[in-house]
């Protein structure tokens, strides 16, 4: 059975981070994904606009026995203004499980953070990408932020898709960005 796409988003991260990175979640929503960066690196910063998901993130990772994370009650487009580099970005758009469903990342401050997150890579880094489109302005945000990873210059990046191609309804999928390690000679 193939890795289903978040196991493949995790799975992407981890073969390039070791325990002195610095990591990013720009959406930390439950803070699974926290939890996942802040055991395998040494600093995590993890952003999102909810309150809600801010305490259940600082839950999650006190029964986990992690204090290596900078919870950031901010937008994922402000990431640059905390992380000057970093070795692994993870993102999962559309909104936030169990809580208000109105409130969903949009393809502005996407594409904004998705930007900034390029720009703080390290060569050889990685970003993954989780992709819910299934809601209202879901379609508007895939389609602006597949045009963005398409047009990253091949000299710089390889990015990647995986997705399933039989599923209804609007699955979810990955978008893998890793930016290559600069070129000698």
Known sequence: MPLKPLDMAHEFLVQ?????????D????????TLFLAQRSGLVHAFDIQ????????????QAGQSNVQLHLKGHEHLAEYVDQAKAVI??????PSADKSLVTLPE??????????DILLPGGRIAMMVYWGHPGGPEEKDALLAFVQDLPQEDYTVLEYRTLNQRNCPPFLIMIEKKVEKYG
């Open 91 to 96: 993102f999962n758009l559309g909104y936030l």
């Open 109 to 118: 401050t996407t594409l904004a953070a998705v930007k900034a997150a390029c």
């Open 51 to 62: 309150e809600q998901a801010l305490v259940q993130t600082q839950q999650r990772l006190e």
């Open 26 to 33: 720009a959406t930390m929503g439950n803070g699974h994904d």
């Open 16 to 24: 390039v981070l070791s325990p002195e990175d610095t990591t990013v």
